[in-house]
């Protein structure tokens, strides 16, 4: 079934202990884009400049992405410029130009009216949910917002979660939103805000997934799915986004969705992050076939399965 | 079979967000015995001064811990003070104590001697290697250290390493002793100094165990047990001695030394961590159950297992 995402297309430079890359086509919607292009067809709502080329929408097309909802305006596509240091924990951002994003009023095409998944990219808590009003149809949205809208707009944000079915934010972003140090305790605070699901991004150390009593079945407990323990992280730019794509296909491409449905998204998640990282940009991500993930999966499943 | 360990006992004052205890039972080795305790026979090896009462020793004895090795000198136990705040990660050291500790050489009565399986609690690495030396028939040893020793005795340390067959320490340690800020190269730099395995615990994110190419069978993966997300953590003091306990105890209980067994071990480790924390000091580690224990092993396997 198809997913309808919404966020931002950019240009970024990046620097790493591995290397740097300039005017990299980057942005979470497209990491989110690709990442979800492995399991089912994507629709993407999202705002780009004069400089972004045919050859840049052939990266999504290449995918089979439909980017009839990319709008061409006037002006220059985001950039964003970052340096990670040597524990790739963090980036430091070096500059961020807004650009044509800054005044982004996502245009669903009527096409896309249908779609049954939603993914809410990381934009301003008032656009997210009118994006959610437009559709009609839509069977599960999955959301992110990051620490700018939970300062900035903390009161629009609890609004937006009142719609959003999974949350999927990482460790700092859920203490921050929550006023709340302790993880297990944070998550039933979000939990109380409005979703059925939360999925806290642990980085390096997998991720977890909360959910609301009752939803999506029975059980009263988190389930979590490791994250590779890789020896060379080239590039950890897009690795949340990926995880949001891999986590949003894997629910597209099934028939129900129940829990166990969804502890095997928090799975596919893990794996779709831990190609992002192996390469700069989107350069992993743009060629992966189907088998590869698979195995790959394979290899996340035995990290923690006891036999 | 039998375990030896030797390490420290003391005394703790603890404060934390939820309460504070003064001279309560702790000590590396008493939370190490108490967890171990629940899987196979205990022989400990450590020091305590007059003020070590029948009513301490009553708690290793009731847990069916020998004590034999228990040396009585002359002053007073180990004591630590601490303080954890909000987020619980780490305590702030208020004092230490060192008392008898600071001269203690471990002696081990001739009756430990056939012991097969020996943990190396966290004390100077030549002590360590000393131990080691005096037991004939061991068929794994365990081990833990820290910052202090890492840094202080570092080429000690990397003799002692040599005769360790697992090595248990945390994400900090690991770093340190590897000098590489990325967790799997550091643990591919840990085990090239000796170890079969290390143990990589993550507090609340679970543990790793990266093995050295052919050790305990085949295979080229690391594996990883999650933690228990709990929402109310009383006191963290003794998660990582509880956590050995238990990964040293489910060894010693099991015939053969494979992977799979190595595994399992790895989630009874978490298993008496979680435990270790729900109570102030010992209290919970002194009153388990078996079955409490297997309740909890098989929720840990539901945190992370794929129908």
């Given at each position: 079934m198809s997913i309808l995402a919404v966020g931002s297309v950019a240009f970024?430079?990046?620097t790493t202990p591995s290397g740097s890359v300039a005017n990299a086509l980057g942005g979470s919607s497209t990491y989110f884009a690709l990442a979800a292009s492995?399991?089912?067809e994507v629709r993407?709502?999202?705002?780009?400049g004069d400089d972004f080329t045919s050859e840049h929408e052939n990266v999504f097309r290449r995918r089979g992405v439909d980017t009839a909802g990319i709008e061409r305006a006037s002006g220059k596509t985001f950039r964003w410029g970052g340096r990670y240091a040597e524990n790739l924990n963090e980036a430091k951002t070096e500059f961020t130009e807004l650009n044509v994003f800054e005044k982004f009023q996502p245009r669903i095409p009527s096409a896309y009216k249908d779609s049954p998944f939603l993914f809410l990219g990381n934009i301003h808590p008032v656009l997210q949910a009118t994006v959610r009003r437009e559709l009609s149809r839509v069977k599960l949205t999955g959301g992110d917002t990051m620490n700018f809208w939970i300062q900035r707009t903390n009161r629009e944000l609890r609004d937006t979660l009142k719609v959003m079915d999974v949350l999927l934010i990482n460790d700092t972003e859920a203490k921050m939103l929550a006023e709340e140090p302790s993880l297990p305790r944070a998550a039933r605070k979000v939990l109380d805000l409005g979703p059925q699901a939360l999925v806290m991004k642990h980085g390096e150390y997998g991720a977890t997934i909360f959910f609301?009593?009752?939803?999506?079945?029975?059980?009263?407990?988190?389930?979590?799915a490791p994250a590779l323990p890789l020896e060379e992280v080239r590039d950890p730019t897009g690795a949340g986004d990926s995880f949001a794509g891999g986590f949003m296909g894997y629910l597209a491409s099934q028939a129900t969705l129940n829990r166990e449905v969804l502890k095997?998204?928090?799975?596919?998640?893990?794996?779709?992050?831990?190609f992002a990282v192996e390469r700069f940009g989107t350069e992993r991500l743009e060629r992966l076939t189907r088998e590869e993930i698979d195995a790959r999966f394979e290899i996340f499943r035995e990290l923690t399965h006891l036999e």
């Amino acid at each position: 079934m198809s997913i309808l995402a919404v966020g931002s297309v950019a240009f970024d430079n990046i620097t790493t202990p591995s290397g740097s890359v300039a005017n990299a086509l980057g942005g979470s919607s497209t990491y989110f884009a690709l990442a979800a292009s492995y399991f089912a067809e994507v629709r993407l709502v999202a705002v780009v400049g004069d400089d972004f080329t045919s050859e840049h929408e052939n990266v999504f097309r290449r995918r089979g992405v439909d980017t009839a909802g990319i709008e061409r305006a006037s002006g220059k596509t985001f950039r964003w410029g970052g340096r990670y240091a040597e524990n790739l924990n963090e980036a430091k951002t070096e500059f961020t130009e807004l650009n044509v994003f800054e005044k982004f009023q996502p245009r669903i095409p009527s096409a896309y009216k249908d779609s049954p998944f939603l993914f809410l990219g990381n934009i301003h808590p008032v656009l997210q949910a009118t994006v959610r009003r437009e559709l009609s149809r839509v069977k599960l949205t999955g959301g992110d917002t990051m620490n700018f809208w939970i300062q900035r707009t903390n009161r629009e944000l609890r609004d937006t979660l009142k719609v959003m079915d999974v949350l999927l934010i990482n460790d700092t972003e859920a203490k921050m939103l929550a006023e709340e140090p302790s993880l297990p305790r944070a998550a039933r605070k979000v939990l109380d805000l409005g979703p059925q699901a939360l999925v806290m991004k642990h980085g390096e150390y997998g991720a977890t997934i909360f959910f609301r009593e009752g939803a999506f079945g029975v059980g009263k407990h988190p389930f979590r799915a490791p994250a590779l323990p890789l020896e060379e992280v080239r590039d950890p730019t897009g690795a949340g986004d990926s995880f949001a794509g891999g986590f949003m296909g894997y629910l597209a491409s099934q028939a129900t969705l129940n829990r166990e449905v969804l502890k095997r998204a928090l799975f596919y998640g893990g794996v779709m992050g831990s190609f992002a990282v192996e390469r700069f940009g989107t350069e992993r991500l743009e060629r992966l076939t189907r088998e590869e993930i698979d195995a790959r999966f394979e290899i996340f499943r035995e990290l923690t399965h006891l036999e």
